[in-house]
């Protein structure tokens, strides 16, 4: 069974940072490619970044990019996201995400259980 | 970016009846592979989304067969032939075709 267990969500000051971290298991983790994709109060989902699996291409969208990084530690099975000079907009669920191959993202077929980034003073 | 539209945004529904969300992207999802990723989610309030729908209509493992979805170009549908207590909640269709991923506002269930 896959599960996806997200950790690393705090209240932050503005401009501060913070690591999420999902730890994978029940599939070969460095055979897929994995993305972060957050939800704010309220909204929809917005995919923030992906890494794909064998070659670690990665991906932002506009809102994240510069102040955010995607990186996986394959010997760990490991997902992170190094969140830096945060904006009060960065408040949401962050959920983890297992896509269905190692090139091809946006298809999302596993969810963590989220984690929640608030940016506040 | 794409940008992906739903209706209605909100539905209330009697239990046995049918429901039908509609879901239209700006532009065409039809990837370099030749395939369409347009996918629905489901996600009950305090859990994660779960996706239900993939690549227009393949249902996911363990979702009942009274899903279904629909549609070709920008014009994609989700329909519950008999809608049960335990389908309430938020549905999304999103599009991973085109970079950055993009999913509509949400469209919330209820029963009547």
């Known amino acids: 069974e896959v599960q996806l267990l997200d950790s690393g969500g705090d209240l932050v000051q503005p401009g501060g940072s913070l690591r999420l971290t999902c730890a994978a298991s029940g599939f070969t983790f460095r055979n897929y490619a994995m993305s972060w994709v957050r939800q704010g109060p309220g909204k929809g989902l917005e995919w923030v970044s992906v890494?794909?699996?064998?070659?670690?291409?990665?991906h932002y969208a506009d809102s994240v990019k510069g102040r955010f990084t995607i990186s996986r530690d394959d010997s760990q099975n490991t997902l992170f996201l190094q969140m830096d000079s945060l904006r009060a907009e960065d408040t949401a669920v962050y959920y983890c995400?297992?896509?269905?191959?190692?090139?091809?993202?946006?298809?999302?077929?596993?969810w963590g259980q989220g984690t929640l980034v608030t940016v506040s003073s | 970016d794409v940008v992906m539209t739903q209706s209605p945004l909100s539905l209330s529904v009697t239990l046995g009846q049918p429901a039908s969300i509609s879901c239209k992207s700006s532009q065409s999802l039809v990837y370099r592979d030749g395939n369409i990723y347009l996918n629905w989610f489901h996600q009950r309030p305090g859990q994660s989304p779960r996706r239900l729908i993939y690549m227009i209509f393949n249902r996911d493992s363990g979702v009942p067969d009274r899903f279904s979805g629909s549609g070709s170009g920008t014009d994609f549908t989700l329909k519950i032939s008999r809608v049960e207590a335990e389908d309430v909640g938020v549905y999304y269709c999103m599009q991973g075709t085109h970079w950055p991923f993009t999913s509509g506002p949400g469209t919330k269930v209820d029963i009547k």
């Open positions: 890494i794909s699996g064998r070659d670690f291409v990665t």
């Open positions: 995400v297992k896509e269905v191959s190692a090139v091809k993202s946006g298809t999302g077929d596993n």
